[in-house]
């Protein structure tokens, strides 16, 4: 189930907000059994990123001897002072590659315990089946494409995380450790001020640091102005794409019954149209990148001369050499570089904002959801029970008034009512994974559901069969003799078989190995929804003798959902679901074959 999101809901968090959010994802790996790793991998980084900030200002120093050097043709300081660099640069580069590889070492070991946390989460509690259900919490809405967010969007997080928040720093060390040095390379200058302001001269020191904070300021606001919608579409563009992929994966599940409707043009004009989408978007992005990457590179490039403008006057007047020139505009790249972070990291902050705000509105739902009441209060007991039972729908309508329900060991129960009035739901409520009801339910535990469209996992026939749990349990003669049991004796010899049962076996195929796992594990209680529907009667009375004999040998009760009046004769009690009252009444079996006990527990 997919679902779009608000289109308005990433620009509408504040810088604020998102740094919070950003803080509340970030902090429980910190906090984890991985804290030493994590601090330890953080805390070498921080150190390789001062140690590469040193490194700079030692060549920021060696700028001025070698050119200093060069002017006065001093030979022997020029090749003195070119081993030097040598050195220098072996020491900077091996810094930067340790750097690098603690970087990339902390994103992998965050993202694989991000990842493991979050998919722990949306798997508690059948978190990832009730949040596709409807709303929790305020605003919280249901979550688009779950698994795009936590396969692609925690990735893109953790890399942008540490190489922002690393970047960060490196530019706040660099601007401290180089803002002294040019301050001290720079001189006062008194600038004019016109007679509204009352003329005169304003004395300036240290002009040239003024000229980086204010040349990157002006570029800093420009940047903002320009690249702000990049935030919006960024995430737009994540939500596109991952919507085009979840409709192809939508194709390949339901290939069968869109190659037998002849569907093909139909699906390919929906992901044509989804394809469309996501490059208009795309299209979008580009033009706003572009129109940003005029501006970074024409500011990026003036910076180059820009000191070697400011500074020329006092070159050419013979106040400073050659060798204070060129450290000069060497310390003033290096501030204009730290004050202009943002000009030359904003597509990277565009993406981690868009991000940030689809985990953090994953990360609200499942917050909500694991603060929402958990539905009704399950209880385990020898007897089906409820009591004050109420059951709705996730848009609110009541299906069931308050109820109190009984079933007990031996018997077999029929629920029937029109499509519509909540059989399946009842069922889903006994199971304990609606969340829309309220009450108690006393249930055994020795229990089992056939769900409508039962579930395989791809790999070996004998793990698909003893789902979820692990095949090693079963010997093969049990394996064998419950798919013989179920009607499938041809697939008895197939146990290592590698195969997608979901998509090989046909609907009445993957009903009677439903059935087979049930007969396998042999639980006392069987809830089957629908479980015969697509089996034709002869299949249909072997089976369903074969859950009758099971559930009387194991002492427990067989409770069926079904349309079809064939399945009645296996049952000896009906509650039939009143759609409009909301209620549920007693009837007898009217399939030929007498009622074996009166009704009961109805209210």
Same mark, same amino acid.
């Given at each position: 189930?997919?679902?779009?999101?608000?289109?308005?809901?990433? /620009?509408?968090?504040?810088?604020?907000?998102?740094?919070?959010?950003?803080?509340?994802?970030?902090?429980?790996?910190?906090?984890?059994?991985?804290?030493?790793?994590?601090?330890?991998?953080?805390?070498?980084? !921080?150190?390789?990123n001062?140690?590469?900030v040193?490194m700079?200002?030692?060549?920021? $120093?060696?700028n001025?001897?070698?050119?200093?050097?060069?002017?006065?043709?001093?030979?022997?300081?020029?090749?003195?002072?070119?081993?030097?660099?040598?050195?220098?640069?072996?020491?900077?580069?091996?810094?930067a590659?340790?750097?690098?590889?603690?970087?990339?070492?902390?994103?992998?070991?965050?993202?694989?315990?991000?990842?493991?946390?979050?998919?722990?989460?949306?798997?508690?509690?059948?978190?990832?089946y009730? %949040?596709?259900? #409807?709303?929790?919490?305020?605003?919280?809405?249901?979550?688009?494409?779950?698994?795009?967010?936590?396969?692609?969007?925690?990735?893109?997080f953790t890399?942008?995380m540490v190489?922002?928040?690393?970047?960060?720093?490196?530019?706040?060390?660099t601007?401290?450790s180089?803002?002294?040095?040019?301050?001290?390379?720079?001189a006062?200058?008194?600038?004019?001020? /016109?007679?509204?302001?009352?003329?005169?001269?304003?004395?300036?020191?240290?002009?040239?640091?003024?000229?980086?904070?204010?040349?990157?300021?002006?570029?800093?606001?420009?940047?903002?102005?320009?690249?702000?919608?990049q935030?919006?579409?960024?995430?737009?563009?994540?939500?596109?794409?991952?919507?085009?992929r979840?409709?192809?994966?939508?194709?390949?599940?339901?290939?069968?019954?869109?190659?037998?409707?002849g569907?093909?043009?139909?699906?390919?004009? *929906?992901l044509?149209?989804r394809?469309?989408?996501?490059?208009?978007?795309?299209?979008?992005?580009?033009?706003?990148?572009?129109?940003?990457?005029?501006?970074?590179?024409?500011?990026?490039?003036?910076?180059?001369?820009?000191?070697?403008?400011?500074?020329?006057?006092?070159?050419?007047?013979?106040?400073? *050499?050659?060798?204070?020139l060129?450290?000069?505009?060497?310390?003033f790249?290096? !501030?204009?570089?730290?004050?202009s972070? !943002?000009?030359n990291?904003?597509?990277?902050?565009?993406a981690w904002?868009?991000?940030?705000?689809?985990?953090? #509105?994953?990360?609200?739902?499942?917050?909500?959801?694991?603060?929402?009441?958990?539905?009704?209060?399950?209880?385990?007991?020898?007897?089906?029970?409820?009591?004050?039972?109420?059951?709705? %729908?996730?848009s609110?309508?009541?299906?069931?008034?308050?109820?109190?329900?009984?079933?007990?060991?031996? @018997?077999?129960?029929?629920?029937?009512? /029109?499509?519509?009035?909540?059989?399946?739901?009842?069922l889903?409520?006994f199971?304990?994974?609606?969340?829309f009801a309220?009450?108690?339910v006393?249930? /055994?535990?020795?229990?089992?559901?056939?769900?409508?469209?039962?579930?395989?996992p791809?790999g070996?026939l004998?793990?698909?069969?003893?789902?979820?749990?692990?095949?090693?349990r079963?010997? @093969?003669?049990?394996? $064998?003799?419950?798919?013989?049991?179920?009607?499938?004796?041809?697939?008895?010899?197939?146990?290592d078989?590698?195969?997608?049962w979901?998509?090989?076996?046909? #609907? #009445?195929?993957?009903?009677?190995?439903?059935?087979?796992?049930v007969?396998?594990?042999?639980?006392?209680w069987?809830?089957? @929804?629908?479980?015969?529907?697509?089996?034709?009667?002869?299949?249909?009375a072997?089976?369903?003798?074969?859950?009758v004999?099971?559930?009387?040998?194991?002492?427990?009760?067989?409770v069926?959902?079904?349309?079809?009046?064939?399945?009645?004769?296996?049952?000896?009690?009906?509650?039939?679901?009143?759609?409009?009252?909301?209620?549920?009444?007693?009837?007898?079996?009217?399939?030929?074959v007498?009622?074996l006990?009166?009704?009961r527990?109805?209210?």
């Open positions: 189930m997919t679902t779009t999101a608000p289109a308005t809901a990433a /620009p509408g968090h504040s810088r604020i907000q998102v740094l919070g959010q950003a803080l509340a994802l970030s902090r429980p790996y910190f906090v984890s059994d991985k804290k030493a790793r994590a601090w330890g991998l953080l805390a070498a980084i !921080v150190a390789l001062l140690a590469a040193f700079l200002v030692q060549i920021n $120093e060696w001025r001897v070698f050119y200093d050097a060069l002017q006065n043709k001093q030979a022997n300081v020029f090749w003195q002072q070119l081993w030097h660099f040598l050195w220098l640069a072996l020491a900077y580069i091996v810094i590659v340790y750097r690098f590889y603690l970087t990339q070492l902390l994103q992998l070991d965050w993202r694989r315990w991000l990842t493991r946390h979050m998919l722990g989460r949306w798997l508690a509690h059948q978190a990832f009730r %949040l596709e259900l #409807g709303r929790y919490g305020e605003g919280a809405g249901v979550p688009d494409n779950p698994d795009q967010r936590i396969q692609e969007d925690l990735n893109l890399t942008y190489s922002l928040s690393m970047g960060l720093l490196n530019a706040c060390v601007f401290a180089f803002v002294g040095i040019l301050w001290g390379l720079s006062a200058m008194d600038v004019g001020l /016109p007679q509204l302001l009352g003329g005169g001269d304003l004395h300036i020191p240290g002009f040239m640091v003024w000229m980086a904070v204010l040349y990157c300021l002006a570029g800093s606001a420009i940047t903002f102005w320009i690249g702000k919608p935030v919006w579409l960024n995430n737009r563009q994540q939500q596109l794409e991952a919507d085009f979840h409709h192809m994966i939508r194709v390949r599940e339901h290939s069968e019954a869109i190659a037998l409707d569907g093909e043009r139909v699906e390919g004009q *929906q044509s149209l394809f469309a989408d996501a490059l208009a978007n795309y299209l979008q992005l580009i033009r706003k990148q572009k129109n940003l990457t005029w501006f970074t590179n024409f500011f990026g490039q003036a910076a180059v001369v820009f000191p070697f403008i400011i500074a020329a006057p006092r070159f050419f007047s013979g106040a400073i *050499q050659l060798g204070q060129m450290q000069i505009a060497s310390a790249n290096q !501030v204009q570089e730290s004050l972070w !943002v000009v990291n904003y597509a990277d902050i565009a904002r868009a991000t940030t705000n689809r985990l953090g #509105g994953f990360e609200a739902c499942l917050r909500a959801r694991e603060s929402a009441p958990a539905g009704v209060s399950m209880q385990a007991g020898a007897q089906l029970h409820a009591s004050a039972l109420e059951v709705d %729908l996730p609110g309508e009541r299906i069931l008034q308050p109820s109190e329900l009984d079933v007990q060991p031996g @018997d077999r129960l029929l629920i029937s009512g /029109p499509s519509g009035s909540g059989k399946s739901t009842l889903r409520v199971a304990g994974i609606w969340p309220r009450g108690r006393q249930r /055994p535990a020795d229990a089992m559901f056939i769900p409508q469209r039962p579930y395989f791809d070996s004998r793990d698909a069969l003893a789902y979820p749990e692990p095949a090693s079963y010997a @093969d003669a049990a394996l $064998e003799q419950a798919l013989i049991q179920a009607q499938l004796p041809r697939l008895a010899g197939q146990l078989r590698q195969a997608a979901n998509a090989l076996l046909s #609907g #009445g195929e993957r009903q009677r190995l439903a059935i087979a796992r007969l396998l594990k042999r639980p006392a069987v809830f089957a @929804d629908e479980a015969s529907s697509a089996l034709d009667s002869a299949a249909e072997e089976v369903y003798a074969r859950l004999q099971l559930v009387r040998e194991r002492g427990g009760a067989l069926s959902v079904a349309h079809r009046d064939s399945v009645a004769r296996f049952h000896d009690r009906r509650w039939v679901l009143d759609a409009d009252n909301g209620k549920i009444r007693a009837a007898g079996i009217s399939s030929g007498p009622a006990g009166a009704a527990g109805m209210g």
